[in-house]
């Protein structure tokens, strides 16, 4: 059974940091694009970043470039988002979800085939 297990959320004040781990099983780990959404109180789901594992690139909404770094480890069959200088509306349940990779940039959300459960990140003012 394929499985994604995000951990790594909780509480932390306006300018702090998180590092959220999403736990990979079940599939041919470099064979997949991965990807980080989140759903923030009153807005829809939006992308992001995501890390495409045929060329090794990744990819940020603009929002967060440079704040926030996606990366992984292949030894462990995990993906990393590493967030920097949080802000409270970076509060949100973050997840991440795979699917095949055949794209240089980030699928949108209704490509992913899997998806994990979700993290919630809060960030206090």
């Known amino acids: 059974e394929v499985q994604l297990v995000e951990s790594g959320g909780g509480l932390v004040q306006a300018g702090g940091s998180l590092r959220l781990s999403c736990a990979v099983s079940?599939?041919?780990?470099?064979?997949?694009?991965y990807g980080w959404f989140r759903q923030a109180p009153g807005k829809e789901r939006e992308g992001v970043s995501c890390i495409i594992t045929n060329n090794g690139r990744t990819h940020y909404r603009p929002s967060m470039e440079g704040r926030f770094t996606i990366s992984s480890d292949n030894a462990k069959n995990t993906v990393f988002l590493q967030m920097n200088s949080l802000m409270p509306e970076d509060t949100a349940v973050y997840y991440c979800a795979a699917v095949y990779n055949a794209y240089n940039g980030c699928p949108p959300a209704d490509y992913y085939d899997y998806w994990g459960q979700g993290t919630q990140v809060t960030v206090s003012s």
């Open positions: 079940g599939l041919t780990f470099d064979d997949y694009v």
